[in-house]
């Protein structure tokens, strides 16, 4: 079975605009290529979960989502890095309901599992918020809390949920690479 890391998107690897539906707006955050590419290259599968409920706020298509996904990929390939598989959640359960696939719901990690063969128990997470690495503990994996500007106040008990933090993606990068040499 593979390993994965599953990323988020907004504030992870782009910078975080809001409800983005125009793909020109699309900026991708200081190092972010660089650390998919380093992904890529240990084997990892890389893979974008994220939730998107400006789609069930009407205030972007899936169309509109989808041509940001394209121009994501566009602009990792252009620095010899490529995400996997991309997933989204585009509801928001004030509107459409309670769903399985909103982050922290597991859904959407489950399906990535059916379809890439992956272990999630030695996969890892990596996303700006606790909603983004909290599905670690749910599978035994290891959630990294990139905490960028913030002062780390969405830091998750680190012991009862398995997360640490780390500066940027670049950062949450390197913490992989060491568990992963530390486990060979």
């Known amino acids: 079975m593979k390993r994965a890391v599953f990323l988020d998107r ?11 539906k125009d793909p020109d707006r699309i900026r991708l955050l200081p190092g972010a290529a660089k650390a998919i590419a380093r992904i890529n290259a240990t084997g ?8 998107q409920s400006g789609i069930a706020r009407g205030l972007l298509s899936e169309t509109e989502y989808q041509g940001t996904e394209r121009r994501l990929n566009e602009l990792l390939a252009a620095s010899g890095a490529r995400i996997d598989a991309h997933y989204h959640c585009p509801h928001l359960p004030e509107r459409s309901g309670p769903c399985e696939c909103r982050k922290p719901g597991t859904l959407l990690y489950r399906q990535a599992a059916d ?8 996969s890892w997470w990596v ?15 290891r959630g990294i809390l ?12 680190t012991t009862e949920h398995r997360v ?7 950062d949450a990068v390197e913490h992989i690479v060491t568990e992963l040499g530390a486990r060979s």
């Open 146 to 157: 990139v905490l960028g500007d913030s002062d780390g106040a969405e830091l998750p008990d």
């Open 164 to 170: 640490t933090a780390a500066r940027d993606l670049t």
């Open 127 to 141: 996303g700006d918020r606790a909603r983004d690495v909290l599905p670690a503990a749910a599978f035994g994996g």
């Open 115 to 122: 379809r890439f063969d992956i272990d999630l128990g030695r």
């Open 10 to 20: 907004d504030g992870t690897i782009i910078e975080d605009t809001g409800y983005l």
């Open 44 to 51: 990892l599968v890389a893979i974008v979960v994220t939730n």
